[in-house]
């Protein structure tokens, strides 16, 4: 190819990666620009605006599945970014930005709905805020055609390859969730629901990091939800107390890593396995506490330590701590050594040791993080409600390890990741959302359990032994 054909290419190739950055930035612009959406205090009496409260809407102006344009948006500039600082990926970028394009186009389904019924001429009402917004979600869908032909096949990539593990599929599972059962009734994408979605499992999500942690060592901790339950009630009961709300968050924390300790001890030094050990536990510590509490509920807790019910920046509290907590636990196992040492042991163990690794260092290390991580956890659930009660929640290990496994940690230990982990809890909550919005029966969603997990330890097994062979 010559030099002037290389630099024909290479120009709008050029433009197509500042493309979904343009597009998203010109998105949120047109969504601010939407009166309703920037100007609720001029009222319902001038026809571009509902009501001062923006629940009001007394001009029938649809608001289910707003909130998913600036997500679409957002979503458009973050994979612009990676465009920009890894073109490598260009081909991938354009499937996912075409994707960003169409989730943050499910409202204009509903609102073009509305206004063929409406008597008010909603889409003059709208302005061009509204038209920008939707040119931009088209342009974000129809790019990904457009590139394919400009941009150039890169040796020994593969979009399958970039697409086919857990986390890309959980992900892609829940936008394309959101998007069919959003389209199907609104009511499932409005605001409210879309945050109940998210942080509803924020305290799983939590508790999955630790045991994806336990799992991908090679272990397992089958006493987290009696763990979490314990722990609630200690921290209801020191607030009502009279202790400070500090030390009602922190002492679950410090009482997790002491259990933790405690069962990593056994497991690594005693060499008793796992499963035995936090079944003894989970007996232990279900069965104190009926006899201490006797079942009764915990009341009466001051405002300033309902942790889980604050909104700072409006977004709502577990949701920031389960993305931090998911970050920082993701780069440490990455990263640090003693992050890549709990996969070396996971993977072999005796290797691992011959290879001048404190396996027992590890072990124990894993389920004192496994502790702390359950103590948070428990600070989430006791203060997400009023009302605490002083029971273990039902089931509520069986959804911990079933986040962690379906997120692709292996349940033989040594692979996984806590993103995959914090992902699947959120889907998992996503599709429990989804069944009541479709009129299936919540029962129904352990069945969808059970169905994900043996699916992804199917998966698990047939790609360990293509990797053996």
């Not at 290389?6 to 493309?19: E, K």
């Not at 909603?122 to 917004?133: K, M, Q, R, S, T």
């Not at 086919?164 to 059962?181: P, Y």
């Not at 996971?346 to 103590?375: H, M, Q, T």
Request: hydrophobic share 55%; proline share 5%.
């Amino acid at each position: 190819m010559t030099a002037i054909a290389q630099q024909r290419i290479q120009s709008p190739v050029a433009i197509l990666r500042f493309l979904p950055v343009i597009l998203g930035v010109a998105m949120l612009l047109g969504f601010y620009a939407l009166p309703w959406v920037n100007q609720p205090e001029r009222g319902a009496t001038s026809a571009p605006v509902i009501a001062a409260d923006r629940d009001a809407n007394e001009i029938g102006i649809p608001r289910e599945g707003l909130g998913l344009i600036p997500l679409g948006a957002l979503a458009a500039i973050a994979l612009g970014a990676w465009n920009i600082l890894s073109p490598r990926q260009g081909r991938t970028v354009t499937a996912l930005t075409a994707l960003a394009g169409l989730f943050s186009l499910v409202y204009f389904f509903h609102f073009f709905s509305a206004a063929q019924q409406s008597e008010i001429n909603l889409i003059n009402a709208a302005g061009a805020g509204l038209w920008l917004v939707l040119i931009c979600g088209l342009a974000l869908v129809i790019q990904a055609a457009l590139s394919r032909s400009l941009i150039p096949r890169v040796p020994g990539f593969e979009i399958g390859k970039t697409l086919g593990n857990q986390e890309s599929v959980l992900a892609l599972s829940m936008v394309l969730l959101v998007i069919v059962v959003g389209l199907l009734n609104s009511r499932f994408i409005a605001d409210r629901n879309i945050s109940d979605v998210l942080q509803g499992n924020a305290y799983i999500a939590v508790a999955a990091i630790g045991m994806s942690m336990v799992i991908i060592s090679g272990n397992i901790d089958i006493s987290v939800g009696s763990l979490i339950g314990v722990l609630a009630t200690i921290s209801g009961t020191m607030v009502v107390s009279g202790y400070p709300v500090w030390a009602s968050w922190l002492v679950p924390l410090i009482i997790g890593g002491i259990v933790g300790a405690f069962n990593g001890f056994l497991v690594a030094y005693m060499r008793i396995p796992s499963i035995i050990v936090t079944l003894g536990m989970l007996s232990i510590l279900k069965g104190g506490l009926i006899f201490v509490t006797g079942g009764t509920r915990i009341t009466g807790m001051p405002p300033e330590y309902s942790l889980a019910q604050m909104r700072p920046l409006d977004i709502p509290m577990p949701v920031i701590i389960m993305i931090v907590l998911t970050a920082l636990a993701a780069f440490w196992l990455r990263y640090s050594p003693t992050g890549r040492s709990i996969y070396a042991v996971g993977g072999n163990r005796e290797a691992a040791r011959l290879s001048g690794i404190n396996d027992r260092g590890v072990v124990v290390k894993v389920f004192i993080l496994n502790g702390v991580f359950v103590g948070i956890a428990s600070v989430l659930y006791a203060t997400q409600l009023s009302v605490i009660q002083a029971t273990v929640p039902p089931n509520l290990e069986l959804l911990i390890i079933t986040a962690a496994v379906v997120g692709g940690v292996s349940i033989l230990g040594g692979m996984g990741t806590v993103i995959g982990a914090t992902l699947a809890a959120v889907l998992l909550n996503t599709i429990r959302s989804a069944m009541v919005f479709i009129n299936v029966s919540p029962f129904w969603l352990q069945a969808v359990q059970g169905i994900l997990i043996l699916a992804t330890v199917l998966v698990d097994i047939v790609r360990r032994r293509r990797q053996l062979l």
